[in-house]
Nanobody, 121 residues
C-alpha cells in the first residue's frame, strides 16, 4: 500500500545541478528517517544522505558540501539537492523511508524504484 515515487533524475554536465524528489503515499501513520542511496552496477550500494524526523542530517564524505537533503513532512516528501555534480556521481539513486504504515504497528523501511542520474560532458 505504501509507495515511494521518485523524480528529478536526468543527464547533466559536470558542475551542474539536479534536484531529486521522493514522495511517499498511502495510509502512512508517521515517517521517521528518510534517505537517499545510490548504486552503480557491480558496486556496493552507498548511503548518500539521510535525515531524521527531527531534522538531523548526515552525508557521505564524497558529497559533503555539494549535496543537501531536506524534507517536507506535510507532503511526505524528501529532497536531494545536488550541486557541483561530478562524473563519479553517476548512479541510480533510490530513496527510502523508515516509516509506520499503520497505527500500532512496527516501522520498517520502504524503497523507491530509483531514478538515474548521469553526469557527463
Amino acid at each position: 500500500q505504501v509507495q515511494l515515487v521518485e523524480s528529478g533524475g536526468g543527464l547533466v554536465q559536470p558542475g551542474g545541478s539536479l534536484r531529486l524528489s521522493c514522495a511517499a503515499s498511502g495510509n502512512i501513520f508517521s515517517i521517521n528517517d528518510m534517505g537517499w542511496y545510490r548504486q552503480v552496477p557491480g558496486k556496493q550500494r552507498e548511503l548518500v544522505a539521510a535525515i531524521t524526523g527531527g531534522g538531523s542530517t548526515n552525508y557521505a564524505d564524497s558529497v559533503k558540501g555539494r549535496f543537501t537533503i531536506s524534507r517536507d513532512n506535510a507532503k511526505n516528501t524528501v529532497y536531494l539537492q545536488m550541486n557541483s555534480l561530478k562524473p563519479e556521481d553517476t548512479a541510480a539513486y533510490r530513496c527510502n523511508a523508515f516509516l509506520t504504515y499503520q497505527r500500532g504497528s512496527y516501522p520498517r523501511t520502504y524503497w523507491g524504484q530509483g531514478t538515474q542520474v548521469t553526469v557527463s560532458s
